[in-house]
């Protein structure tokens, strides 16, 4: 059971630069979240997805768009990338009527 | 929108000693709050969380208590181990921690020292 799987964990872009974080889990969650971790900035919420077919802005939208593909993923895009979208972005999900977020293992992204 | 405050932000003890850490939130219809433990590189993991119908819940050595009036909850860890060492964070959310969104605190790094 592989839980929440982010891809990729490491990625080095210029500014200006597009690219998009892929995320998939295999728990049947129904909701689906990212988030952003900067130092002394705790984890902020980007967007979320709460059940297939919907998706809402978060704390931080800007700079961002997501796409929930099917129940299983929900990528995050970054269509031009900015030196302060550097962070470590992390994927979670949960079951409706259960609380627990269920984490990836983060990707650090780095915009140059 | 909701806002999570949380004190302190780094927090250091003496192995054996107890710690607490404070989180206040702003809107008043929230109902869920969790803790998250997150050790250095690693994914955050839920540890304990207590809804709005219960004041206080405990696990072991880790306790929540949760008033309601004051908008308030906080951690306690009792005989606290090196183990404990990590960045703790308090969440809160208004749909009892079904479907929307969860807002974190900024979070504490405890470090427990030998």
């Known amino acids: 059971n592989a839980g929440v799987t982010q891809t990729p964990k490491f990625q080095v872009l210029k500014t200006g630069q597009s690219m998009t974080l892929q995320c998939a889990q295999d728990m049947n969650h129904n909701s689906m979240y990212w988030y952003r971790q900067d130092p002394g900035m705790g984890l902020r919420l980007i967007y979320y997805s709460a059940s297939e077919g919907t998706t809402d802005k978060g704390e931080v939208p800007n700079g961002y768009n997501v796409s929930r593909l099917n129940k299983r993923e929900f990528s995050l895009r970054l269509e031009s990338a900015a030196p302060s979208q550097t962070s470590v972005y992390f994927c979670?999900?949960?079951?409706?009527?259960?609380?627990?977020?269920?984490f990836g293992e983060g990707s650090r992204l780095t915009v140059l | 929108g909701e806002n999570v405050e949380q004190h302190p932000s780094t927090l250091s003890v003496q192995e054996g000693d107890s710690a607490v850490i404070k989180c206040t939130y702003s809107?008043?219809?929230?109902?869920?709050f969790p803790w998250y433990k997150q050790e250095l590189g690693k994914r955050p993991q839920l540890i304990i969380d207590i809804r709005s119908n219960v004041g206080e819940k405990k696990d072991q050595r880790i306790a929540v208590t949760l008033n309601k009036t004051a908008k308030h909850f906080s951690l306690h860890i009792t005989e606290t181990q090196p183990e404990d060492s990590a960045v703790y964070f308090c969440a809160a959310s208004r749909d009892g921690g079904s479907q929307g969104n969860l807002i974190f605190g900024k979070g504490t790094k405890l470090s427990v020292k030998p």
């Open positions: 979670a999900s949960r079951l409706a009527g259960a609380g627990e977020l269920f």
């Open positions: 809107d008043s219809a929230s109902n869920y």
